[in-house]
């Protein structure tokens, strides 16, 4: 069983190697606003409520993220294992999923933490171009698509996110180093926690992850 949280700060690669390791161990790619759209998308309770929440401009709280989580690892697609990006972004949303895993007998077995120093973090989001419609990420140059300016996926313009220069990719990193730090304790205590190199490349770490995973059942 492959119960998986993906961590690391914005720029460290987690994107990238997610939708090679769902698809290597046939489990799927979960993140909070993927979760969020089907929610939405499905009219589920929940997804309305967290609408509401959203068309008003205000952060969804705490329990109904948690609620949505809940909602979701209880999937049958879940059932053979997960991999969680984006949650838990604190430690009262990691002692929840850590009540949700117990209540429907899917507990986290493995947490990846990617690192990345900051500046390198920095001159990757500076190159950092993203497909709109299917999210798929690219760099001018460590990772062009193959038609400059095209998504290699789905055809589609490319675009640099709006948050993607220096001043606000700073404000992002602080926070995440701010929430998360604590996280990452939660689950070295735990005996969870698996440290990555993200700077050798995207091949070197991909072999490093699967020759991790291959090990865990």
Same mark, same amino acid.
Do not use: W
């Given at each position: 069983?492959? *119960? @998986? /949280?993906?961590?690391?700060?914005?720029?460290?690669?987690?994107?990238?190697?997610?939708?090679?390791?769902?698809?290597?161990?046939?489990?799927?790619?979960?993140?909070?606003?993927?979760? !969020?759209?089907?929610?939405?998308?499905?009219?589920? $309770?929940?997804?309305?409520?967290?609408?509401?929440? @959203?068309?008003?401009?205000?952060?969804?709280?705490?329990?109904?993220? /948690? +609620?949505?989580?809940?909602?979701?690892?209880?999937?049958?697609?879940?059932?053979?294992?997960?991999?969680?990006?984006?949650?838990?972004?604190?430690?009262?949303?990691?002692?929840?999923?850590?009540? @949700?895993?117990?209540?429907?007998?899917?507990? /986290?077995? +493995?947490?990846?933490?990617?690192?990345?120093?900051?500046?390198?973090?920095?001159?990757?989001?500076?190159? %950092? %171009?993203?497909?709109?419609?299917?999210?798929?990420?690219?760099?001018?140059? *460590?990772? &062009? $698509?193959?038609?400059?300016?095209?998504?290699?996926?789905?055809?589609?313009?490319?675009?640099?996110?709006?948050?993607?220069?220096?001043?606000?990719?700073?404000?992002?990193?602080?926070?995440?180093?701010?929430?998360? +730090? $604590? #996280?990452?304790?939660?689950?070295?205590?735990?005996?969870?926690?698996?440290? !990555?190199?993200?700077?050798?490349? &995207?091949?070197?770490?991909?072999? #490093?992850? !699967?020759? !991790?995973?291959?090990?865990?059942?």
């Amino acid at each position: 069983m492959r *119960n @998986i /949280v993906l961590m690391g700060p914005p720029g460290a690669g987690k994107g990238t190697q997610a939708g090679d390791l769902a698809s290597r161990y046939h489990i799927p790619h979960i993140s909070t606003g993927d979760m !969020f759209r089907e929610a939405i998308k499905n009219k589920t $309770p929940l997804g309305q409520k967290a609408e509401a929440i @959203i068309a008003r401009g205000d952060l969804v709280p705490d329990d109904v993220t /948690v +609620a949505l989580v809940k909602e979701r690892l209880s999937q049958p697609d879940c059932a053979e294992g997960y991999l969680l990006d984006g949650f838990p972004r604190t430690i009262p949303q990691a002692e929840a999923l850590d009540e @949700i895993g117990k209540a429907i007998g899917r507990a /986290v077995n +493995a947490v990846i933490d990617i690192t990345v120093p900051e500046e390198i973090l920095i001159d990757r989001i500076g190159g %950092r %171009r993203v497909c709109p419609k299917c999210g798929a990420s690219y760099h001018v140059r *460590n990772m &062009k $698509p193959k038609v400059e300016g095209k998504c290699d996926v789905c055809g589609s313009d490319l675009i640099t996110r709006k948050d993607d220069n220096a001043e606000s990719f700073k404000v992002r990193l602080d926070n995440y180093y701010r929430q998360t +730090a $604590p #996280v990452s304790d939660f689950y070295k205590n735990k005996g969870l926690l698996h440290t !990555f190199d993200g700077t050798g490349g &995207k091949e070197k770490l991909q072999g #490093v992850l !699967f020759a !991790f995973l291959d090990r865990l059942s």
